[in-house]
């Protein structure tokens, strides 16, 4: 009889936590949960906490990933606008963003995210074949630097599977796409790199023909620069030479009242001129200008 308290009480927690059990559940950071009330949905949970509900039976229960999801379609082949074909994948990531709209449109899946993605693939092939029908080879393949347009091209398939998801009401969100291969099926490669090819030696005759034009700028200039300089130098040589024999003229109209005198000063500054430095000198005494130092011609000096 003594043992009876110890197990009313253990009795009577059991049956709190069995209820506390029963009539509660948690709701984590990364997940939504949907409530549905025999069978019906009847409310959404974001917020995470411990939330009440009815026992089970009643009210069940239904967990969602809430975080971005994302997965990459099939190498999915498609026609350009200039009639080549070309093989595509992209990456796409997605998150719900009606939870009350996306279970009752997937739920009767036993993976309804998996099921999701799949309606998204083939959205996403039908956005691919229109978009990539509206854009040339050239838009994805290119021979020059910035020839491709993969920006462009992925937020029109962004946009239209965006479009088309809304319009289907899934009650999710596309947020990023992008392309994660590009392929060419054999027979447009041989195609793909003759046009490549054909690109690449117009660009390469082009800037050979901007090289020779830039080229002939260039020496037309200096050409130009040369003659505009040795016009100035001619010109300055001429004034030099002007005053030069203007100069040679008013000292030759002096040396001619005297031509002994002349000469004996041209003489005295060429014997300045070799004797500047310490010089041993081997010479006949009768060679002008070293004459001079034989005493010859000093009547002149005494003149």
Known sequence: ??????????????????????????VRKSEVVVVTTFGKTTRQITEPGLKWRMPWGIQMIHRLDQRVQN???????????????????VYVGWKITQPQVFFPRFAGNPEPMAEAERALERVLS???????????????????????NFLVIEKQILEAVQKEVHSQNYGLEVTFLGFKKL???ESVTQTVFERMTSERKLLAVKSESDGDAQAQIIRS??????????????????????RGEAEAAKSL???QQD???????????AL?????????????????????LTGVSTNLLSR
């Open 183 to 185: 392929q060419l099926p």
């Open 1 to 26: 009889m003594k043992r009876n308290p110890l197990i009313l009480f253990i009795a009577v927690v059991l049956v709190f936590i069995f209820g506390f059990l029963l009539f509660t559940f948690q």
């Open 272 to 292: 300045e001129g070799a004797m500047k430095e310490r010089t041993s000198l081997i010479f006949d005494q009768h060679t002008p200008p070293f004459n001079l």
């Open 126 to 148: 039908q956005a691919k074949s229109a978009v990539v029908g509206d854009h040339p080879l050239s838009d994805f393949v290119s021979a020059t630097d910035n020839g491709t």
């Open 259 to 269: 031509p002994e005198l002349a000469k004996f000063l041209f003489d005295l500054t």
């Open 221 to 242: 200039e200096a050409n130009r620069k040369a003659a505009e300089l040795l016009a100035d130098a001619e010109g300055q040589a001429t004034q030099i030479r002007g």
């Open 253 to 255: 109209a002096v040396f």
């Open 71 to 89: 997965f990459e379609d099939k190498l999915t082949e498609g026609t350009t606008r200039d009639s080549l074909n070309l093989l595509t994948s």
